[in-house]
Nanobody
């Protein structure tokens, strides 16, 4: 079992920044902490950014250089730095990990971009 806990969401004005964190715990020895997805109201969950097992970083087109993923393996934590936020970035952001071939998700953290 893997537990993922996201934090760092909140209300921010357009053009602002937020830094999300996701801490993994439990059976983390064979866990791969991949990255971030998001789900806006009425929409399907979509990829934001992940790091592949080969070490490559994949960003969604809508990120456009605004978001940066980073990892601290010593803390079993993955971060998402989000800059130049727009109202279209409003969503619940989820952390994703793979363990024994299964996908694990955190409970999500709400990001609301509004003036």
């Amino acid at each position: 079992q893997v537990q993922l806990v996201e934090s760092g969401g909140g209300l921010v004005q357009p053009g602002g920044s937020l830094r999300l964190s996701c801490v993994a715990s439990g059976s983390i020895v064979s866990m791969f902490l991949r990255g971030w997805y998001r789900q806006a109201p009425g929409k399907q969950r979509e990829l934001v950014t992940i790091v592949t097992r080969g070490g490559n970083t994949v960003y969604a087109d809508f990120v456009k250089g605004r978001f940066t993923i980073s990892r601290d393996n010593t803390k079993n934590t993955v971060y998402l730095q989000m800059n130049s936020l727009t109202p279209e970035d409003t969503a619940v952001y989820y952390c994703n990990a793979i363990h024994n071939g299964l996908n694990y998700w955190g409970q999500g953290t709400q990001v609301t971009v509004s003036s």
